[in-house]
C-alpha cells in the first residue's frame, strides 16, 4: 500500500517591478515528491503548475526533475494592489508572473532544468467583457514566432516537430506565398470574423487594399492593419479569421519548452598572487557558471 503525505501549505509574498502577490506552495510525497504552486484561488487560478523530483518508483523516474507550468492569467484580483485595466496594459502582469515562477524554480530546484507549460495566452482588448483574442496564432501571423518563442527561447519537442512547425511558419511568411494571395481572398476569410471586422474592410477598402498591395508578406500586411486598428477593437478585427487562416498554414502545437538559466554556484579562491594588503588573506568570492 502507498502512502502519501502532503505538507502544510507555504505562503510566499513576492514582489515584482510594478506588482505584489502572494503564492501558495504545497508539497506532497508519495510515488513522486512533488512541490505544486498556485497564485489565485483553484477555480481560477493566475498561475498554476508543479516540480516534480526524484521517484520512488522505477517506472515514473522519467518525470523525475521535471516541472510543468499548466495555468498563467494575469488578472487583477491576483495582484495585492489596487490596480487598473490602464495599468495593467502598461505593465504586463504575465511576463512579470512567469519571470518569478521560472526565477523560483531554478533558484530553489536546481535539478530542473526545463519547464513545460500550455501556451493558452491571449491578448485582453476590454478585460471587464472578457474580449480576447488568441495571441499564439496572432503572434505567428505577424512576428512569425509565438510570445514563448521570441521572449523565452521557448521549442517543441521532439526536434523533428518543431523543425517542421519552423519551415511551416517560413513558407507562410515568404514573398512567394503572399504572391500567390489576393486582397479578395482576404476578403474571403473575413466570413468567418466579426460583423465588425467587414464593416471595417469595408469602410476602409481603399487604405487597407493600398497596404496589402505595398506589403511584401502577410506579416507585414497583417502588422500594417494591425497598426491601424485601435487596441480595444483589436479583439473583434482579429477574432475567429485570423486564428482560423493561421491554423490553415501552419501546424500548432500549444505545448511548448523552456530551458531555465544556467545554474550559478559560488567558488571561493584565495588569488595569492594579486593580493594586497587591504585584501590581506581573506578570500575573494567569484561566480562561476555551472
Known sequence: MLYSRMSNPIYLH????????EMTLTERTDILHTYHFLVG????????GFVNLESTNNRMKHSANTAHLSKI??????SLDDISDEYMSTYSFGSELLDTIIFFINSQF?????ISLNDTS??????EEKDTVDLLTYSVALYKKTWYEDKMHAYIK???K????????????????KSRMHYVDILGLLQKGTEYARDYFAKNQEILEECFAKSETLPDFFKAISRLVPRKEKCQFFKNWLQSFIYSEVMIDRTWHVDLFPKLRIIQ??????????????????????
Open 158 to 160: 521532439p526536434k523533428e
Open 73 to 78: 492569467d494575469a488578472l487583477q484580483k491576483c
Open 162 to 177: 518543431y523543425d517542421a512547425y519552423r519551415q511551416q511558419v517560413e513558407r507562410y511568411g515568404s514573398k512567394e506565398r
Open 122 to 127: 491571449y491578448i485582453p482588448c476590454i478585460r
Open 269 to 290: 579562491k584565495e588569488n595569492r598572487r594579486n593580493r594586497t594588503r587591504k585584501q590581506g588573506g581573506k578570500h575573494q568570492n567569484r561566480l562561476f557558471l555551472k
Open 14 to 21: 513576492f514582489i515584482t517591478p510594478h506588482y505584489q502577490f
Open 41 to 48: 484561488d483553484a477555480a481560477t487560478p493566475c498561475l498554476e
Open 110 to 114: 536546481p535539478s530542473v532544468e526545463t
